[in-house]
Antibody, heavy 117, light 109 residues
Framework: EVQLLESGGGLVQPGGSLRLSCIGS????????MGWVRQAPGKGLEGVSI????????DYGDSVKGRFAISRDNSKNTLYMQMNSLRVEDTAVYYC??????????WGRGTTVTVSS | EIVLTQSPDTLSLSPGERATLSCRAS???????LAWYQQKRGQAPRLLIY???GRAAGIPDRFSGSGSGTEFTLVISRLEAEDSAVYYC??????????FGPGTKVEIK
């Protein structure tokens, strides 16, 4: 079964840092682009970041550019998101996704990040 | 930057009826770059349609997508109670990395 499992969410103070992880299983992780999508409480979906299968060409939404960094370790089937200088408005459920045909065909269950003092 | 708008905001229909959801882009989008997702309450989104009209694996044929350029449509031909959800369209690349419409909530009476 194709699965994505996120971890690393939690409560952090404004200005703090967190690192999210996502382990993929049931597919050839190193063949697929991956990304992160977030959803603030009661709000819609927001594209956060995407990274190619090889780890090149990461791209970010304007709201996180310069603060978040996506990376991957294909030997560990793991995707990461380093989140620095966190703001209250970064509070959201963060979903790990697999990209194929310019769409996201596999989603994790999400990990919750809460930024609050 | 391309902005996606969806209409209506909410659609309230009875089981067996047909639902038509609209996604409009502020500029032309290659059909390849347009997808639709379903999100039920408390769940992660699920891919329904890729490339504007391709049905994702395991999606019932009650769901169909169409459109091109700036106008795209998702149709649920015969609503079932389990179709109650928020539906999002998504475009790839502009603005990077990708963006979503605000969503249409489908309620089943």
């Amino acid at each position: 079964e194709v699965q994505l499992l996120e971890s690393g969410g939690g409560l952090v103070q404004p200005g703090g840092s967190l690192r999210l992880s996502c382990i993929g299983s049931g597919f050839m992780f190193s063949n697929d682009a991956m990304g992160w999508v977030r959803q603030a409480p009661g709000k819609g979906l927001e594209g956060v970041s995407i990274i190619s299968a090889s780890g090149g060409g990461p791209d970010y939404g304007d709201s996180v550019k310069g603060r978040f960094a996506i990376s991957r370790d294909n030997s560990k089937n793991t995707l990461y998101m380093q989140m620095n200088s966190l703001r209250v408005e970064d509070t959201a459920v963060y979903y790990c996704v697999r990209w194929t045909r310019y769409s996201m065909d596999v989603w994790g269950r999400g990990t919750t990040v809460t930024v609050s003092s | 930057e391309i902005v996606l708008t969806q209409s209506p905001d909410t659609l309230s229909l009875s089981p067996g009826e047909r639902a038509t959801l609209s996604c409009r882009a502020s500029r032309h989008i290659p059909s390849t770059y347009l997808a639709w997702y379903q999100q039920k309450r408390g769940q992660a989104p699920r891919l329904l349609i890729y490339g504007a009209s391709g049905r994702a694996a395991g999606i019932p044929d009650r769901f169909s997508g169409s459109g091109s350029g700036t106008e795209f449509t998702l149709v649920i031909s015969r609503l079932e109670a389990e179709d109650s959800a928020v539906y999002y369209c998504q475009q790839y690349g502009n603005p990077p990395p990708f963006s979503f419409g605000p969503g249409t909530k489908v309620e089943i009476k």
